[in-house]
């Protein structure tokens, strides 16, 4: 090759020439599509990427389990070696791409919008080119840097014909000087992609949010934000609620949300004591003025009428409330040594994660979480972005009425806990602090052996008070990060209203 950059009255013939390589049919219009995708594309760093990668990707985009490869129609043109080579390019990549569910329901949501709003919708066209990158970012180290273009001559360019594509390919091997010139790159990716690529982590949970809510993330902020949220949440891991142990004591008994009703449905079986109201229709035969004995007031009297047993599992349920209450501060804007974000990002993940343990370790009862964030006299509009973030994880727990977030101003723990008490609820406490250590500790053990108790725990960001669980301000790994959770949570759901912590 004779130039590392690739010069601009050659770079036509490159893109035009690469498509010889394709593995899909094209028309002008999805190549004009495609070409948008490449200018975008280049500009993220894939500017040594050829032409046809972008467009098959296209292509598979938009046409999802509907891509029709070129082998399909009939080789007769491709020698033996060139066939090889081309089918293995649709096996182990495009083929490869479809067979990945994580893909699969990615696409299904890009033909939803593909639908509703068209293929050159910002909805849909959005989402197509940030799928892209993200397929790249695992597939584009394999493919060789050299040579590249330069992203600013392709301002302007013009699509390739769709046609044509051996005289074009035909001139730009000739100025390259090398016959096997995309034959060779292609071998040399796809013999990566055999040890080197994971398929199955191409896409993870934060990819798939970001692409769901694409048009709510069009901030930069908020789109990183939200995702390094969700990474911290998913490496935390799921909490097994079978190795949790609930304690429940007399305080635990919560009434029903209204004594006066009663449950109407779900019947369990028939029984032979009951209320008349549960009595099995069918026993109403059994009246009959006309005869000297009423067997119905017989069957009464010797207990032998029957009644539907209710199911009342409902009645059992308990109720409970928990809060997570925030008190930061403006250490966790930092990124210690050892995480790979600031304090804040790990604990709103570390809050989403347990927001959903908790929800599996109280699966069978009513459970209502609040999370509040608490801020000093200047800072609230920061902690709000904090909370908006969450609000946007959260969404369909917010929207159910299970979740609530709220922003408090600071104040004494002793003032705010007495605010918290639900007679007819459990109430749990966990007071994530990097502040006010001490007194949130105290002001938790009081309210534990109050009438009705809060059981509560103290996550201390930082030196923490004899008792309370410690988040390292540095250093700790995901694993370790895990097993903090977990114990936090098993604490807390141990706790009784003795105000003893379980050590």
Not at 312 to 328: N, Q, Y
Request: glycine share 8%; net charge negative.
């Amino acid at each position: 090759m004779q130039a590392v950059v690739i010069p601009e009255p050659l770079l036509l013939d490159f893109l035009h020439g690469s498509l010889h390589w394709s593995a899909t049919p094209h028309t002008p219009s999805s190549l004009d599509r495609a070409m948008g995708h490449y200018q975008h594309l280049a500009g993220l760093g894939f500017h040594h990427l050829p032409f046809f990668l972008v467009a098959d990707l296209t292509e598979l985009v938009e046409s999802g389990l509907g891509l029709v490869f070129l082998s399909e129609s009939g080789t007769g043109g491709w020698s033996d070696t060139e066939r090889a080579l081309r089918l293995q390019y649709e096996n182990r990549l495009l083929g490869r791409l479809l067979s990945e569910p994580r893909l699969f329901q990615v696409l299904e949501l890009l033909q939803n919008h593909r639908l509703d709003s068209g293929l050159r919708s910002p909805a849909f066209a959005g989402r197509a080119r940030r799928l892209m990158a993200l397929l790249l970012a695992h597939v584009a180290p394999h493919y060789p840097r050299t040579p590249r273009l330069n992203p600013a001559h392709l301002r302007g360019l013009r699509a390739p014909p769709h046609t044509d594509h051996a005289a074009a390919h035909a001139r730009f091997i000739a100025y390259a000087e090398e016959h096997s010139f995309f034959s060779s790159r292609l071998s040399t990716m796809l013999a990566g992609f055999s040890t080197q690529i994971q398929w199955s982590a191409l896409l993870q949970p934060e990819d798939l949010f970001e692409l769901e809510h694409h048009d709510v993330l069009s901030a930069p902020a908020q789109r990183i934000g939200c995702r390094q949220i969700i990474e911290v949440s998913r490496r935390l891991g799921e909490i097994d609620p079978r190795q949790v142990s609930i304690s429940e004591d007399g305080a635990a008994e919560t009434a029903f949300i209204d004594e006066s009703q009663y449950p109407t449905g779900g019947l369990a079986g028939l029984t032979n004591r009951g209320s008349m109201e549960n009595l099995v229709l069918s026993e109403l035969v059994y009246i009959d003025p006309t005869m000297e004995i009423d067997l119905f007031d017989l069957r009464f009297l010797e207990g032998e009428l029957l009644y539907y047993l209710r199911d009342d599992g409902i009645l059992r349920r308990k109720r409970r409330t928990i809060h997570l209450i925030v008190d930061p501060a403006q250490l966790l804007r930092l990124k210690p040594r050892g995480y790979p974000f600031q304090l804040s990002i790990i604990i709103q993940g570390l809050l989403v994660r347990i927001v959903q343990d908790l929800q599996a370790v109280f699966a069978d009862d009513s459970v209502l979480l609040h999370i509040r964030y608490l801020h000093a006299e200047g800072t609230g509009s920061h902690w709000q972005q904090e909370l908006d973030l969450l609000a946007l994880l959260l969404r369909d727990e917010l929207a159910q009425g299970l979740v609530t977030l709220t922003l408090t101003p600071r104040g004494p723990p002793e003032d705010l806990l007495p605010l918290l008490h639900e007679p007819r609820r459990k109430v749990y406490v966990i007071a994530i602090a990097a502040s006010q250590m001490d007194t949130w500790q105290h002001a938790l053990a009081r309210a534990q052996t109050a009438k009705p108790p809060l059981y509560g725990l103290v996550l201390a960001v930082g030196p923490a008070p004899s008792g309370a669980v410690t988040l390292p301000l540095e250093g700790a790994s995901f694993p370790q990060l895990a097993a903090l959770k977990t114990r936090l949570i098993g604490e807390l759901v141990g706790l009784k209203s003795s105000g003893r912590h379980h050590e």
